[in-house]
C-alpha cells in the first residue's frame, strides 16, 4: 500500500525513468507519457479520469504475464498454434504499432535527434503498412491453407476434389515466401545506428529505443515460432493428407 502511494505521489518522468514498461501501460490508458513528464502520477490520473491504482494493477499486470516456450507450442496440435499466432497479430497491430506510431508522432527531441526523427516519421508509417500486409496475407493464405488441411482430413471434400487443392500452390512454397520477410525492421535498425544512444540521451529517446528494439524481438521470436513450429507442422499435415487421398485413390 505504501509502494503504490509513493508511485502516485512520483512524477510520470520517474516512474518511466524506473520501468519504461510505464509508458505503454499510460499509453494503453489513454496518456502519452512525454506530454505530462513533470506532473504526479495521481495529478495525470486525475485529469483523465483514471483511478491511479488501475494504472499500477495494469502494470503488474503485464510485468507477470509469461510467454508460453517453443516447447509448450510444439506439444499443441497446429490449430492451438495458430490461435496463438493470431493472437498476437491482433496484440501487434492493437497495441504495439500504435504504440510505436504515437512516440514517434508525438515526441520531439531536440538537437542531434531531431533530424532523426523526421526521418523516422516518414519510413515508419511504412514499414507499418508493410507489416500489415505481411500480416493479412500470412492469414488469409498460410492460415486458410490450414484451415482447408484440416477440413481434407474430416473428408468435407470429395477425395478427388481433396487432392487439387491439397496440389495446387503447397505450403512449403509459401515458407520459402515467408524467409523473405524475416528480417523486416532491417531498415529502422540501420537508421538508428542499431539503436545506438549517448549517455544524455532524452528518456523520451530512451524509451522509443527500448520499445523499438523490444518490438524487434518479439518479431523475431514471432517468426521463429513460424519458421520452426508452424511450417514444419503444417509442410508434414499436407504430406501425410497427400499420401493418404492417393492411397485411397488407388485402392
Given at each position: 500500500m505504501?509502494?503504490?502511494?509513493?508511485?502516485?505521489?512520483?512524477?510520470?518522468?520517474?516512474?518511466?525513468?524506473?520501468?519504461?514498461?510505464?509508458?505503454?501501460?499510460?499509453?494503453?490508458?489513454?496518456?502519452?507519457?512525454?506530454?505530462?513528464?513533470?506532473?504526479?502520477?495521481?495529478?495525470?490520473?486525475?485529469?483523465?479520469k483514471?483511478?491511479?491504482?488501475?494504472?499500477?494493477?495494469?502494470l503488474?499486470?503485464?510485468?507477470?504475464?509469461?510467454?508460453?516456450?517453443?516447447?509448450?507450442?510444439?506439444?499443441?496440435?497446429?490449430?492451438?498454434?495458430?490461435?496463438?499466432?493470431?493472437?498476437?497479430?491482433?496484440y501487434?497491430?492493437?497495441?504495439?504499432?500504435?504504440?510505436?506510431?504515437?512516440?514517434?508522432?508525438?515526441?520531439?527531441?531536440?538537437?542531434?535527434?531531431?533530424?532523426?526523427?523526421?526521418?523516422?516519421?516518414?519510413?515508419?508509417?511504412?514499414?507499418?503498412?508493410?507489416?500489415?500486409?505481411?500480416?493479412?496475407?500470412?492469414?488469409s493464405?498460410?492460415?486458410?491453407?490450414?484451415?482447408?488441411?484440416?477440413?481434407?482430413?474430416?473428408?468435407?471434400?470429395?477425395?478427388?476434389?481433396?487432392?487439387?487443392?491439397?496440389?495446387?500452390?503447397?505450403?512449403?512454397?509459401?515458407?520459402?515466401?515467408?524467409?523473405?520477410?524475416?528480417?523486416?525492421?532491417?531498415?529502422?535498425?540501420?537508421?538508428?545506428?542499431?539503436?545506438e544512444?549517448?549517455?544524455?540521451?532524452?528518456?523520451?529517446?530512451r524509451?522509443?529505443?527500448?520499445?523499438?528494439?523490444?518490438?524487434?524481438?518479439?518479431?523475431?521470436?514471432?517468426?521463429?515460432?513460424?519458421?520452426?513450429?508452424?511450417?514444419?507442422?503444417?509442410?508434414?499435415?499436407?504430406?501425410?493428407a497427400?499420401?493418404?487421398?492417393?492411397?485411397?485413390?488407388?485402392?
Amino acid at each position: 500500500m505504501e509502494l503504490k502511494r509513493k508511485m502516485q505521489d512520483s512524477t510520470v518522468e520517474d516512474l518511466v525513468s524506473e520501468n519504461y514498461v510505464f509508458a505503454s501501460v499510460l499509453h494503453y490508458f489513454g496518456i502519452s507519457f512525454y506530454q505530462y513528464s513533470t506532473d504526479s502520477l495521481s495529478k495525470v490520473c486525475k485529469k483523465h479520469k483514471v483511478h491511479p491504482s488501475q494504472l499500477i494493477n495494469q502494470l503488474e499486470d503485464w510485468a507477470s504475464q509469461k510467454e508460453p516456450t517453443p516447447e509448450d507450442l510444439f506439444m499443441n496440435p497446429i490449430e492451438v498454434l495458430v490461435a496463438y499466432l493470431k493472437q498476437k497479430h491482433y496484440y501487434f497491430v492493437r497495441q504495439e504499432l500504435p504504440f510505436l506510431s504515437n512516440l514517434i508522432e508525438g515526441i520531439k527531441p531536440e538537437g542531434k535527434y531531431s533530424a532523426l526523427m523526421a526521418d523516422l516519421r516518414i519510413m515508419f508509417p511504412m514499414f507499418v503498412e508493410d507489416f500489415i500486409h505481411h500480416i493479412h496475407e500470412e492469414e488469409s493464405r498460410l492460415f486458410k491453407r490450414i484451415e482447408m488441411l484440416q477440413d481434407v482430413e474430416n473428408q468435407l471434400y470429395s477425395l478427388s476434389d481433396a487432392l487439387t487443392i491439397l496440389e495446387k500452390d503447397p505450403i512449403i512454397g509459401l515458407a520459402d515466401e515467408h524467409e523473405i520477410h524475416d528480417d523486416e525492421m532491417e531498415g529502422i535498425r540501420r537508421l538508428t545506428s542499431d539503436y545506438e544512444l549517448s549517455k544524455d540521451a532524452p528518456l523520451t529517446m530512451r524509451v522509443l529505443y527500448h520499445e523499438l528494439q523490444k518490438f524487434e524481438k518479439e518479431l523475431s521470436i514471432h517468426a521463429q515460432i513460424e519458421d520452426d513450429l508452424l511450417f514444419p507442422k503444417a509442410v508434414q499435415l499436407e504430406k501425410e493428407a497427400v499420401r493418404l487421398i492417393r492411397k485411397k485413390i488407388t485402392n
